[in-house]
């Protein structure tokens, strides 16, 4: 009786999103049981039409992986744009495994950590740990990854479609993993992980909101940075590891590639300091990374950074 007389002061339309959201979720956790090689084969069709359809999208892709000067000629330029055109799809279908079958299932997709020896390291430490995971391969199984070996606090920007935050929740915020937002409670959060050494989880390429960063060049042109990173490695003396999960090919799994982050983090040259380090990362599997995101936006409130005259054959020319 009690369920009935409550059920009756929920509005319907609030009864009938729950109903929709349970439903969403109970079909992708049947999608999920389906091969990582049939979900990532339809994510690099949706890619491929992505890129065709969206001349934003095309233009944004090629103009940034021009300027990461990572292609030795045109050829090379080809064969990198029209691998990542495929892996960018990949990375979002993907997540339907990544997130939706029993975290059990999901983590053994991830079929190896090199050097694993420096996890255990920073774990022996006992300082917390703060691990960036730059949009290149698989970022989330990382998390989950990292998340059975000690609680870890990720920091996230909450999506602009509302609808898609119950699937967040239910796809990132499980087993050691819980999830901070990209304000100040959530900045909060992640200082008092760390100051009970445990772990936290950041996207150091995310572009941040204005007052929360400042110009530093990425791959030699003005992005605006966060300076956060370099305020929880002082305040805390956590150590600072840079972590990539590769995708392997045909639908294998993953391989979590870790490295150190020794330089410092804190002031402009810890901020070039971090751009630094992963550009390195990226480096290893250039075609993985994310090059259609916006990185080199200006935030809403935010001063454009300052021009410089750019040299022959750099910035933005597409090959």
Known sequence: MGVGQDSKKIPPKEQGGKQNKFMLIGLLRMLARLPLSWLQAVGSVL???????????AGRLRENLAQ?????????????LHANVSESGKAITELIAVWFRPLEDATRLAVSIEPLALMEEA???GRGIIYLTPHLGCP???AAVAGLRRPITALYRPPRMKS????????????GVSLAPADLSGVRRLFKALKRGEAVGILPDQAPSEGEGAWSDFF??????????????????????MAFAERLPNGSGYAIHVATVDEPLGG???????NAAVEKMIARRPEQYLWAYNRYKVPAGAHAPPTKEQGPGTAGRTP
């Open 123 to 125: 774990e022996r430490r």
């Open 47 to 57: 890619g491929w039409i992505s890129y065709l359809v969206s001349s934003a999208y």
């Open 220 to 241: 030699g042109r003005p992005a605006y940075t966060m300076t956060l990173v370099g305020r929880l490695a002082e305040a805390t003396g956590a150590t600072v590891l």
């Open 164 to 175: 898609l935050q119950p699937l967040i929740e239910a796809g990132r915020a499980r087993g």
């Open 68 to 80: 990461s000067r990572l292609w030795r000629d045109e050829q090379h330029f080809g064969r990198l």
């Open 140 to 142: 989330d199984i990382a």
């Open 268 to 274: 402009a040259d810890g901020m070039r300091n971090l």
